[in-house]
Structure formats: structure tokens, C-alpha cells
């Protein structure tokens, strides 16, 4: 039987508020001592930055019901000013710095994770870690994955664009083993069930008997005093059938060790995890990068299996649809203008406008330092329809044109200065309508900001394409150079 010292574990988790800062500490801390830091790390984080507004912790009780809190865990909600009164300059980078500066230097042996609350609910949905990214070692030997974590973690933290680097698993808690030792139990009238029930009755208690309070049944449970503190547990009187005493270090082996204090399992089994955040980077260049220098720098035992989940694995699942998204949007395009002309080459020509299209919002992303992010691809689909739209508009006129007669290069010319008006407008009120989204700068603004910048940059080149190249090169494009 095992006899655990005091493990209280403190995790303040921010889930309120604009700014979450995840706060781990070692489980051995007492709930007294975790509550009197907590309230020392908020006036800490409101000395850090005048634009901390307010700063409030919760202590043992989820802000969520559905959330698994124990008592020793807090929850802290942390309030920022609005953007417009921040200090000139500062983003939310230079902010997350500050903080993690003032924390460091009051609790430099502490692990800070700072994140947003909602994307600290969907993270956790995702991949069952609070990180954007989490990687997870599978293995029997829950020790050699626990050491192996802190390896790779160790390169984690050196590639630019990981921050917030820390292994998920608190540390191991101290135990007092307890083992029985019959013989020397027997010669004085005990069994080794008699000095189990010992170490139960000073730590839990013995049940003699319930009570009502209506129809709920409670317990009534018999204790040896208050429990001992650890070092002392081995000086402890234990009675005897014939009313003596004797310590219980005379009736049982009594030893100091560690143990895990969290055992995680995935589809029965055992995981470790590697948690980290992403900042100034792409997420899945970083990860990338990571996957060709982790093997070379930490060699992966065998037996131990790794698996990258979080954001980057809904990432990748994301990029696998779109392979077959995007050529079956495509396709359907194709056919629909096929079916709208009658003839395939007139269709062929208006899909060149995708292409050109595409080359605008990736120079647009480039020009904003933007990655190519899923939002950023699904930008590429709505444009890829705007920038067909503009170029049935042309090719309809010029298509018309020819079958009254007017040869292709003076059908297309003609076309191109008809059709200048509607195109442009067509254009301009598209773009016009994601300027603000894409210079959007609130609540969901990361998601918007790539999409909006691909579709006007995009439409900038599709026109340019709709009213001077196509025309110029329609007659090649159609067969005809008269």
C-alpha cells in the first residue's frame, strides 16, 4: 500500500478574458500555498503592464461544468484594455513578452503557457492538449517517454517560431511505501491485513457505520488522530491485541520513493505529451522543420512511437480534403461553362482566368507576410468563381461577335472595351467588399485577414487579365489569328 505525502498540484488555467496564462507548478505544493501564489502572481501580472485591466483567479471549481478540476487546480481570467489603448507600438507579442518577464522573474522555476481562451477550448478538443501543437510519445515504459519528452523538448524550444515549450505531465510526486512485514506482524499478534488497516485509519479513515440525512446515506468513518506528516510516519504508535504499543516501523517496511503523478492513456496506451505554442511563425513550416530535426537531434528508441496532433493535425487533415476539393470545384466549372457555351475550347479560354487569378493572391499573401493558411486556400476557391465570372462576361461578347461575323482580334478588342464597365464593376464591388475584412483587425480577424487579402489581390490580376492579355491573346487561344 502506498502512503502519499500532501499532492497538491496547481495549474492556473485562464479561460476567461482576452489572455490566458497557464501557470504550472510541481504537485507536491499544498492547496494553502497554491492559493497564497496565486494571488502574488496576479498582482504581479498587475504591476506587469498597465493595459492588465483586472486579473481573477477561481480555486478548485471549472469555469466550465464540464471541465475535470480538482481542488488544487485554479482557473485565472485575465481582462486587457481595449486595442486603442494600448501603448503606441505594442502588439500582443510585445505584451505576451512583458508578462512572461515579470512572471519569470518572480517565479523563475515555473512553466508558462500564454493562449487565448477560446483557441485554448478548441485546442484542447482537438488534440486533448491546451497547446497549438501537441506531440505524443506512446510507450510501456511511462519513465523513458517522460525523459525522452524532456529531450525533445529541449530542441523544441531552439526552433524560432515554438514558444511556451513544456512537457504536459506534472512532475513526479513523492510516495511513502508501505509493505507489511508478516513475521515480525504475526510475533506480535497481528496479520498483515491488521497493519493496512492501520495506515487506512490514519490516512482515510475506517467505515463502522452510516447515517441518514433524508434518503442520502453517509458514512461514518473512525480515524487515528490527525494524519502524521510523512517523516514521522514511521514512529507511529500502533496498539496491539494486548493493549500494548509498538511503532509501526517494527511491523512494516516503510520507504521513500517517487511516482508518477498523472498517468495518461490513448486508446489504452500509455502517452506522454509534448505541448507547444506558435508565435511569428507558420504552423506547419514549424512543424515541419521539427519533424527533420527531431529524429537527427534525439534518437527515438524502440518501443516508442510519436504522433504530432493539435492544430497541425487538423491542419493536415484539412490539406488532404482540399487535394480533392479544389480539382473537383474545378471540374464542375469546367463542365458548367462547357454546358453554358456548347464547346469546350470558349470554356478552356474563361478557365485561364483561374491561374492568373491564383497569382495575384499569392503575391497579395507574400506582400502581407502571410502564410498559405487554410483560410488563405479556401480565399483561392471563392476567387477562382469571381474570376470566372469576369471572364464569361468577356468571352459571351466576343463569342457573340465572331458568330455575327467580326473577326476574332477585332471580336476581342471590341469585346474588351464593351465589356470594360460591367467587368471592372464586377471586380471592384467584390474587392471592395473584403477591403475591410481584409485590414479587419477584432475578434476573429486572423481568420478573416488571408482570405480577403487572396481574393483582392486576385481580382487585381484577373481583371488585368479579363481586359488586356485575353483580348491580345484570344485569336491564338481560339485557332484563329485573322
Known amino acids: 500500500m502506498a502512503f502519499s505525502q500532501t499532492s497538491a498540484s496547481f495549474v492556473p488555467q485562464l479561460d476567461e478574458g482576452d489572455l490566458v496564462i497557464q501557470v504550472e507548478r510541481a504537485p507536491d505544493i499544498s492547496l494553502e500555498a497554491a492559493v497564497r501564489d496565486a494571488g502574488a502572481l496576479e498582482r504581479a501580472l498587475l504591476d506587469a503592464a498597465p493595459e492588465v485591466r ?3 483567479a477561481r480555486i478548485g471549481s471549472p469555469a466550465v461544468a464540464t471541465d475535470i478540476m480538482g481542488i488544487e487546480q485554479a482557473d485565472v481570467f485575465v481582462e486587457l484594455a481595449p486595442r486603442r489603448e494600448w501603448r503606441p507600438g505594442l502588439d500582443r507579442d510585445a505584451l505576451v513578452g512583458e508578462l512572461a518577464a515579470a512572471l519569470a522573474e518572480r517565479e523563475p522555476d515555473v512553466g508558462l503557457v500564454f493562449t487565448q481562451p477560446i483557441q485554448m477550448r478548441f485546442n484542447e478538443l482537438l488534440g486533448g492538449a491546451v497547446t497549438d501543437v501537441s506531440l505524443s510519445l506512446y510507450g510501456d515504459d511511462l519513465g523513458a517517454a517522460r525523459a525522452l519528452a524532456e529531450e525533445l523538448a529541449e530542441v523544441i524550444r531552439e526552433q524560432p517560431g515554438a514558444v511556451d515549450v513544456r512537457v504536459m505531465t506534472p512532475p513526479d510526486v513523492a510516495l511513502l511505501e508501505v509493505r507489511p512485514r508478516a513475521l515480525a506482524a504475526a510475533r506480535h499478534g497481528m496479520s498483515a491485513t491488521d497493519v493496512l488497516r492501520v495506515v487506512q485509519a490514519l490516512r482515510t479513515g475506517i467505515v463502522v457505520g452510516y447515517t441518514y440525512d433524508g434518503p442520502l446515506r453517509l458514512p461514518l468513518r473512525v480515524r487515528l488522530g490527525e494524519p502524521p506528516a510523512a517523516s514521522q510516519l514511521a514512529a507511529v504508535a500502533v496498539p496491539m491485541a494486548d493493549g500494548g504499543l509498538i511503532e509501526l516501523e517494527h511491523l512494516a517496511t516503510i520507504e521513500s520513493t517517487r511516482a508518477a503523478s498523472l498517468v495518461n492513456h490513448d486508446d489504452a496506451q500509455r ?10 511563425a507558420a504552423l506547419g513550416d514549424v512543424v515541419r522543420a521539427l519533424q527533420r530535426e527531431l529524429p537527427r537531434a534525439v534518437p527515438i528508441p524502440p518501443g516508442v512511437r510519436l504522433e504530432w496532433g493539435g492544430q497541425y493535425e ?19 466549372i469546367l463542365a458548367l461553362l462547357v454546358a453554358a457555351f456548347g464547346r469546350l475550347r470558349p470554356a478552356l479560354i474563361v478557365v485561364t482566368h483561374v491561374p492568373f487569378a491564383c497569382v495575384g493572391g ?7 507576410g502571410y502564410p498559405l493558411s487554410l483560410s488563405a486556400a479556401i480565399g ?10 469576369n471572364g464569361v462576361v468577356l468571352v459571351s461578347r466576343v463569342t457573340e461577335l465572331v458568330a ?18 460591367p467587368v471592372l464593376m464586377t471586380a471592384l464591388v467584390a474587392a471592395l467588399g473584403f477591403v475591410p475584412m481584409m485590414l479587419a483587425t477584432g475578434t476573429g480577424a486572423e481568420v478573416q485577414r488571408p482570405l480577403a487579402t487572396v481574393v483582392v489581390g486576385g481580382l487585381v490580376s484577373s481583371t488585368l487579365l479579363t481586359l488586356i492579355i485575353l483580348p491580345a491573346l484570344y485569336p491564338y487561344l481560339a485557332g484563329a489569328r485573322r
Not at 502517452?271 to 511569428?280: A, E, L, S, T
Not at 499569392?362 to 502581407?368: D, E, G, K, P, T
Not at 455575327?404 to 464597365?421: H, K, S
Open 54 to 56: 483586472d486579473v481573477v
Open 404 to 421: 455575327g461575323g467580326m473577326a476574332p482580334r477585332r471580336a476581342a478588342i471590341a469585346a474588351a472595351r464593351a465589356r470594360m464597365r
Open 362 to 368: 499569392v503575391l497579395a499573401l507574400y506582400v502581407r
Open 271 to 280: 502517452r506522454v505529451v509534448v505541448g507547444f505554442n506558435i508565435r511569428g
Open 380 to 389: 483561392f476557391i471563392a476567387l477562382s468563381g469571381i474570376a470566372v465570372l
Open 314 to 332: 487538423s491542419l493536415a487533415a484539412a490539406r488532404k480534403r482540399l487535394l480533392y476539393v479544389i480539382p473537383v470545384v474545378l471540374v464542375g
